[in-house]
């Protein structure tokens, strides 16, 4: 059975830094790439960072503006996002997805597709 477990949400204040944690489980180490994805209410989600286990290419939404950093613990099996100098906007549901590039085509941040989701977990930065 496919899981991914995230942890690590919160409340923070603006400026502050989070680290989110997701667990993935249930398929092969190099199968999927990760993502993280956002969501706010009333609008569509959004990718925020993904890396490639195999290659540890790793990608960013142009609004992270070098704020958050993606990484894996391969002993452990674990993808995290550091999130620093963190903003009210940031505020938001953030998902941990196994995610595979378009046919064909090279994996980026805009163009990932997911396969499977966790359960999110809510980031709140207060003003």
């Known amino acids: 059975e496919v899981q991914l477990v995230e942890s690590g949400g919160g409340l923070v204040q603006a400026g502050g830094s989070l680290r989110l944690s997701c667990a993935p489980s249930?398929?092969?180490?190099?199968?999927?790439?990760i993502a993280w994805y956002r969501q706010v209410p009333g609008k569509e989600r959004e990718g925020v960072s993904c890396?490639?286990?195999?290659?540890?290419?790793?990608y960013y939404a142009d609004f992270v503006e070098g704020r958050f950093t993606i990484s894996t613990d391969d002993a452990k099996n674990m993808v995290y996002l550091q999130m620093n100098s963190l903003k009210p906007e940031d505020t938001a549901v953030y998902y941990c997805?196994?995610?595979?590039?378009?046919?064909?085509?090279?994996?980026?941040?805009?163009?990932?597709?997911?396969?499977?989701w966790g359960q999110g977990t809510q980031v709140t930065v207060s003003s």
């Open positions: 890396i490639s286990r195999g290659d540890g290419s790793t």
């Open positions: 249930g398929f092969a180490y190099n199968e999927y790439a």
């Open positions: 997805a196994a995610v595979l590039p378009p046919p064909g085509g090279l994996l980026s941040i805009t163009a990932m597709y997911p396969e499977y």
